[in-house]
């Protein structure tokens, strides 16, 4: 196989037109190319009177490779070897079922892992099935009661169904292959294979979590919903079992001797009950925020010039990052184009926010979280806990400020950057289906937060023009991006309590759908190739 890098083509040209471009670039006849595949797609939008898709493509030839490619002469030609996901050798010989805490991305690609090994795990997940879910998830944006079990944080698929099913990550693991693979499989949109800037949509996520769950169940696997975690049974330091109960409270223990914990980020009352069982847990750096709300007309002109508003190119997104000086780094996250801002909590009395987007990402504005990272030794205690208590206590007085419903307080950048609280809003409208109450947001976030964002934006404006527009909403906080703790474990991926293996974003080794589909993978791997049945 051999790879084409770089191939330029317009906006209005048709990908077929790739063949051509290929085999000009190979200097063979078109004939000789027997298939051609997309590897990656990406926009160039760095002259914009003349923005263009960048590819790279794979081609099969009908000749010999290693000459074709010498004959190129060309850097941008190169062999390529195909991505072949290999199971391990499953040298696991207890007789007991796998147990599986939560049903996000860590969870899901772990359960299928196994049960594809043949190991029949039991996935348990304190929230209900996407469809349940989601009606309780509207149900809170209307009438604005919560279920603190069935929520944007907690239920299938993770708190991931409800954002962008962005699919962007910084790890370079040849895994994040598999996991694009499985999502295609599983009923993705194609061209996540190859976009550069990957996404699924909160609008079609759902229907691809049900698929992995029918096939883990298919294959023997049990999926249990509205079942919490509540207790690990051990003895002599090795899991014996756990406990969970059911929605309608009755409790029952489970014989294991293999727990994955699948938490998610929210789950802070089951890592409070590690904590009090020994399970070793340290603190961890996260960043906390607002989220900012433009129109997206305003962003895709940015982006885009003259070109914006082309039907190949959808809505625009962004990335920044900046230093200011004396200050902490500060970063969007999460960019949602087209989205709107999600009323996220999880916990009664409460404020949360986040950011999601539908396919098509046709919506009136473009959001994105602006963060800043928060160190441990400011989170107040040296308490393993400490980050979790920091969060709640911004979260707690978001509500109050919000007005007690569960409204989130925002302001308009010309006002927070003025140091005046907002009484009114301008032409922005704020997307936050449970409303927003305008205000001073330096009052709900860290000084040295608000101060880090101040001269962020001023800054970031100077890459994206537009990015301090007076009009644009601040919604405050966004404070679950990462989770403030880190479960310990070794290099067999498991905890001080043999058979427990934390795993996944909650518990402090991911940061997004695929690392966390990733360490799902890995730790499944890991239960595959223990040979371990005593300790």
Excluded at 148 to 176: M, Y
Excluded at 301 to 318: N, R, V
Excluded at 380 to 388: K, Q, R, T
Excluded at 493 to 513: D, F, H, K, S, T
Aim: with cysteine; proline share 5%; aromatic share 6%.
């Amino acid at each position: 196989m051999i790879k084409i890098n770089e191939i330029k083509l317009p906006l209005d040209s048709d990908e077929s037109e790739l063949r051509r471009a290929a085999a000009k670039a190979l200097r063979c006849k078109e004939t000789k190319i027997k298939s051609l595949s997309i590897v990656k797609k990406a926009v160039d939008s760095r002259k914009k009177d003349n923005i263009r898709f960048v590819y790279n493509v794979t081609v099969e030839v009908d000749s010999d490779e290693a000459a074709l490619i010498a004959h190129a002469g060309n850097s941008k030609v190169e062999a390529a070897e195909p991505y072949r996901y290999e199971m391990p050798e499953i040298r696991r010989t207890s007789t007991l079922r796998p147990i599986i805490a939560g049903f996000g991305p860590a969870g899901f690609f772990a359960a299928l892992i196994l049960a594809r090994a043949g190991l029949r795990p039991i996935v348990i997940e304190r929230g209900a099935d996407v469809d349940t879910r989601t009606a309780d998830v509207k149900g809170f944006w209307t009438s604005r009661t919560l279920n603190p079990e069935s929520n944007v944080q907690f239920g299938e698929g993770g708190a991931g169904t409800f954002s962008d099913g962005k699919l962007t990550t910084g790890i370079k693991d040849p895994l994040c292959r598999k996991v694009v693979e499985e999502l295609v499989i599983h009923g993705a949109p194609p061209e996540i294979s190859y976009s550069s800037r990957p996404h699924i949509g909160t609008d079609r996520l759902g229907a691809v979590v049900k698929a992995f769950r029918q096939e883990i169940i298919s294959l023997g696997g049990e999926v249990r919903f509205g079942c919490k975690l509540t207790d690990i049974i051990v003895a002599n330091g090795v899991v014996q079992g756990i406990t969970c109960v059911s929605s309608d409270g009755s409790s029952e223990d489970i014989e294991t001797d293999t727990l994955l914990l699948c938490i998610g980020h929210s789950a802070r009352d089951t890592v409070e009950m590690l904590y009090k069982k020994g399970i070793k847990i340290m603190q961890k750096p996260f960043s906390v925020g607002v989220r900012i709300e433009h129109p997206r007309e305003l962003i895709d002109k940015a982006q885009y010039g003259s070109f914006a508003g082309h039907p190949a190119l959808g809505a625009a997104d962004y990335k920044l990052a900046c230093h200011p000086e004396h200050g902490r780094g500060a970063y969007t996250f999460c960019m949602c184009p087209g989205g709107t801002v999600v009323a996220a909590a999880s916990e009664e009395g409460h404020v949360v926010v986040n950011g999601m987007s539908e396919y098509a990402r046709d919506g009136e504005n473009s959001n994105s979280a602006l963060l800043v990272g928060i160190e441990p030794e400011n989170f107040g205690s040296d308490h393993p806990l400490a980050g979790i208590e920091l969060q709640r206590k911004i979260e707690k007085t978001a509500f109050e400020l919000g007005g007690g419903d569960y409204s989130a307080p925002c302001q308009t950048v010309g006002d927070f950057l003025g140091g005046v609280a907002s009484k009114k809003l301008s032409y922005v409208k704020p997307t936050c289906a449970t409303g927003v109450t305008p205000g001073d947001i330096r009052k709900v976030l860290p000084e040295r937060v608000t101060d880090t964002m101040a001269q962020a934006i001023v800054k970031m404006d100077k890459s994206l023009n537009g990015f301090a527009l007076p009009d644009a909403v601040l919604t405050a906080p966004e404070t679950r991006s990462s989770a403030p703790v880190r479960i310990l474990r070794d290099e067999l991926y498991q905890a001080n309590i043999r058979g427990l293996y934390p795993c996944g974003e909650g518990a402090g080794y991911a940061g997004g759908i695929v690392s966390a589909a990733v360490d799902g993978i890995r730790c499944a791997h890991a239960v595959l190739i223990d040979e371990s049945d005593e300790w």
